[in-house]
């Protein structure tokens, strides 16, 4: 009975996850935003177009980091971890969170193509779990690796005037830095360079159709 009632309550925990991801402007983050305090510079209205792009890209990015660690969660052992990769992905709700706010002071949305790059990360995290927890953590790793290549260039990308987008992502990046740091440190392997250049060829497909749709 108390195993069939966890399963239940593990099911609509993980609902819960799926739908706080993908409604729009339901996520909470636990931290103040880091751009609290901070005020743009002018921006025009191309350049404020343009930051909410990179910035919904951001998003779909958590969208992605928020399934990997669910679609892992499902599958993985992760005895000594799972505390740790609970942290990181409450930190990636916070990101979520705060792109989300963003956009919405950008008069931006959120991407009409999340529920199908949720499906596709779950699937990729869940694939990672199974086949053991050294490939797991690390493909948290590489792809901790690869957002914070990502973040470092939309900072460059964003408008001057955009200091709020750009308070948001330097934190992002110090979080991800961390996220990479744990992954390696618990055991994860280091991929070899063609599997990081196929991640990185998926995250150049995730971001032309992100900046538009
Ligand atoms: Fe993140
Ligand atoms: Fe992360």
């Given at each position: 009975m108390s195993r069939q009632l966890s399963r239940t309550d593990n099911l609509i925990q993980q609902f819960d996850t799926i739908l706080r991801t993908l409604v729009p402007h339901a996520a909470s983050a636990s931290r103040a935003n880091p751009a609290v305090g901070t005020q743009d510079a002018e921006m025009t209205d191309a350049e404020r177009r343009h930051a909410a792009g990179l910035m919904r890209?951001?998003?779909?990015?958590?969208?992605?980091?928020?399934?990997?660690?669910?679609?892992?969660?499902?599958?993985a052992k992760l005895h000594e971890t799972r505390a740790q990769m609970e942290q990181a992905a409450s930190e990636e709700i916070d990101h979520l969170a705060w792109c989300d706010e963003r956009l919405r002071e950008l008069d931006g949305r959120t991407s009409y193509l999340n529920p199908a790059f949720y499906a596709a990360s779950f699937g990729m995290g869940a694939l990672a779990g199974k086949l053991g927890d050294n490939i797991s953590l690390g493909f948290v790793a590489a792809t901790e690796e690869q957002v914070g290549r990502h973040l470092d260039d939309h900072m460059h990308k964003l408008p001057m005037g955009d200091r709020r987008s750009r308070a948001v992502l330097e934190q992002?990046?110090?979080?991800?830095?961390?996220?990479?740091?744990?992954?390696?440190?618990?055991?994860?392997?280091?991929?070899?360079?063609?599997?990081?250049?196929?991640?990185?060829?998926?995250?150049?497909?995730?971001?032309?159709?992100v900046y538009q749709l």
């Open positions: 890209i951001n998003h779909t990015g958590e969208v992605c980091a928020q399934a990997l660690y669910q679609g892992q969660g499902a599958t992002m990046r110090t979080d991800e830095a961390h996220h990479e740091r744990w992954a390696l440190e618990a055991g994860g392997a280091r991929f070899p360079m063609p599997v990081k250049l196929g991640m990185r060829l998926m995250s150049r497909v995730m971001t032309k159709s």
